[in-house]
Every structure is written in C-alpha cells, then in structure tokens.
DNA sequence: GCACACTTCAAATGCTCATTTGAGAGGAGA
DNA sequence: TCTCCTCTCAAATGAGCATTTGAAGTGTGC
C-alpha cells in the first residue's frame, strides 16, 4: 500500500543523491542533516545507520560523485585532434560540468567549495580529479606555446585557462549582482567558451614569445 | 597594576581587527564569538554589549575594512599613462592585496569568500568595492582592445583578467597540494603579474581582432 | 566620600544540531 | 507460527554556540 513513488527506490540511495545537492548548496558545516533527511524523505536517524555520521556521508557522497562522473575528458575530441580543437573541447567541457544542473550536477559545486574551503576528509580525491584535468591541459598548452616557454610559462598558461574557466562558478555571486540582466549559465556556455578560447589562444601564444609583454 | 600591552587598546577596536581575521579564515558561520573574544582578550559578552549581535559585528568589520583599506586603486600610476602601465599596475596591486598578510590583510581573504558564498548584509558593500574595481579594468580594456570588439567582447575580457588574479586566491588550497614545492604567495605576486598581464595583454588585443582565435 | 555612567565579568539560558536509543514493522526461512 | 535479520521511526541525549543577565569593577564630576 506503500506509494510507489518516494519510498520506491533505496533509502541509501536517495540519501546520497540528495546529500550531494545539500552539500553543495551549503557546504559541509552548514549542511544539516535534518534537511538532508526531509528533502530524501528519510528519517533523521537513518544517516546514522546507513552511513555512520555525518563525515563519513559526506566522504560516501564525493566517491559517488566520482563514479557517477567517470569520464572527466571531453569525449567528443579525439587526442590526436589540433591541439586547438583539444583545448576548445576541454574548455567547454569544463564550463558545462562547472554549470550542469543535471544529473552529477553539485559535484562541480561541489569541487569549487572545496576548492576554495577544503575539508579534511577529501584532499587526496580532490587531487586524483585535479591532477588528471591538470595533466590535459598542460599537455595541450605545451604544444601550442612557443619553444622559448619555461615549464613556468607552461604551468601558468594552465592556471590562466582554468581560472578563466572556474571564475564564473565560484563569483557567480558577484555576476549575478554585477550583471542583473545578463545570466552567466549553462545557456552562455557556448559564448563564455569561444570567448575564453580566443583570449587563451593568444595568451598562450604569446606567452612563448621572448618579447615581454608590455615593457617590449 | 595591569600589564601596558594587551588590554592597553580600545576592547571595541581589538574586537573589530580580531574579527576581521577570524570571520576571513573561517567565514561566517564558522567563526565564533568564543574564539573572537579569546583572541581579543576579551570577555564573551563584549560582542554583545559593543555591537549588539554577531552579525551586526560582521557588518562593522565590513565597514572597518573598507574604511582602512580606502585606496582600492594602485597609487603608484597615473590616470593618465597608457593602458598597458596601468594593466600592470593593476594587476600588481589586486594580487598584493589577495596575498597581503599585512594590516587588512583578512580584508582579501573575506572579500574572496564572500564572492563565492555571499551572506545576507553584505551584498551592497561587496557591489560598490566590486564595481569600482571592474570599472577601472573595464576603461583599461577599452583603451586596449580593438574597435571590432563589442561590449560583451569588453566584459568578458575584463573577467578573463580578474578570474586569472582571484584564481590564485580561490584555489590557493588547491595549488598548494597539487605543487606542493612550489609557494604561491606574496612573494610571487611579481611573476605571477608578469604573466598575467603578458596573457591577457595578448587575449585582449586578439579579441578585438575580427578572425576567430582559433580557425585562422 | 558619593552618585552616576560606562565597561567588564562569570554564570546562566535557550536554541540548533548531530548522535543515540529502544521500540517496532516487514519479510525470509524453518 | 516463531525467529532472525534488516530497516525505519519518534523521542531522547548531549555538545556547541549565540545571547542574556545581574553583579561587580573603574573612572569622572560633585
């Protein structure tokens, strides 16, 4: 007689989903578990029997997002492709998983609040994740920048492309305000990108160029 | 008979510059008055008998640190001087003050976290320090890029530059796990803004130009 | 000395929240 | 039917915290 909607699927299951959204709204500490269990339609006590507490939920849910997002690369590119063409793909890639809300949609939010607010129990994972999206792009920057590039200039190059990128997770805040009429989501994606494209491509390039950028 | 340093100054005035620190590392729900009030040598119910609750101190550090920190400008270039001199300095100044461990030195850290997890009472003062700074870059970009740019082409190159500084900031965690051996902080600010506006003097000058970045 | 305002203090007070408890519901196997 | 075993539930429990209280200190003008 139990409806077939709600309760149908796993308790354990419906209490990951949903804690991953509530974390990612409100970070660890504000999180409660109240909310966590009302929204999952669960009682209070069963993050406790499932989980243990709160941490360990919390450490449950970022290996679930890890295996619910397997593929961190564009798919739609092959490695052998321009190193242009690459670094379009990881662009967009990066800025649509930054702004889904679809289904693994509060891990980017997740990963941008621990980015900038870790907590103890994810360091390692965060890295495995960095690390590899680090790697890509590095090897892409170093095949476009020129052949007087230090692995500095390669490394910051890097960083440049992907605070580009990450700037309009963590200070949508601010856009929102700054910019009322102007949404910055999933929807601008495909505009941010070809923006961020460009403006990189030239950094970069000038980047290996051995004259200084404004005291020529 | 009580000892000349510690207690010497205004509880009020210890209370306001300890805050700032405590509310910067931990944010705001995080911090507490027991800590605040320890840190300051001062009683717990000082917060309530100054300024009346936590988040009325929250707003009055707030104030505080705009007041101390009036120049958000770099003093040490003309309004008149080309583009490029006053992108650099830029740069530079907005970097020192995300690094700065100096006098408001929390001032960055609280502004980078509000940016990305803003609370309630702060949002207009947040705007009118934000805009002054996007106002600035914003002239500065103008100068710089070509006449074929538009002005989201103008937008999107002003956050390209501000994204790249904030980066250092917002994932400063991260860029010290993942490079462990190498510090980024305020000794490094020079090279950071030498690549920075190196990048972006090359990202914005090619956005102004009318072939796209990449299928030349 | 004496009243008075301004500050500080230690000890409540009460709230929110994570965690625990102990009592069941439901189903599977004998 | 009886017995486990798994899972859910409502109601404690207790810790951490912001806030309040009422009793002192401390100085200033008289």
Redesign the interface.
């Known amino acids: 007689m139990t409806p077939p909607s709600g309760r149908s699927r796993d308790t354990r299951q419906r209490l990951l989903e949903v804690a991953g959204e509530v974390f990612a709204e409100r970070?660890f500490?504000?999180a409660t578990i109240q909310e966590i269990c009302r929204r999952a339609d669960a009682n209070i006590a069963a993050v406790h029997y499932h989980f243990g507490d709160k941490e360990e939920l919390y450490r449950t849910v970022i290996q679930y997002a890890e295996q619910c997002a397997p593929e961190n690369a564009p798919a739609d590119v092959a490695p052998e492709a321009p190193a242009?063409?690459r670094?379009?793909a990881h662009i967009e890639s990066f800025l649509v998983r930054l702004f889904d809300e679809g289904q693994p949609a509060w891990f980017g939010k997740l990963m941008?609040?621990e980015?900038?607010?870790?907590t103890p129990g994810l360091?390692v994972i965060?890295?495995e994740k960095?690390?590899v999206s680090?790697r890509r792009v590095e090897a892409i920057v170093r095949e476009l920048v020129g052949s007087g590039a230090s692995d500095?200039?390669v490394?910051?190059?890097v960083?440049?492309v992907?605070?580009?990128?990450?700037?309009?997770r963590?200070?949508?805040?601010?856009?929102t305000?700054?910019?009322p009429d102007?949404p910055f989501g999933r929807e601008e994606v495909p505009?941010?990108a070809?923006?961020?494209?460009?403006?990189?491509?030239?950094?970069?390039?000038?980047?290996g160029r051995p004259r200084?950028?404004?005291a020529g």
Chains 1, 2 share one sequence.
């Open positions: 970070g500490r504000d242009e063409k670094l379009r941008a609040r980015m900038s607010d870790p360091d965060v890295q960095v690390r680090y500095d200039d490394r910051a190059c960083l440049s992907q605070g580009q990128c990450l700037f309009y963590h200070c949508h805040p601010v856009l305000r700054l910019f102007r505009e941010l070809r923006h961020i494209v460009r403006f990189s491509l030239a950094g970069i390039r000038a980047t200084k950028g404004a």
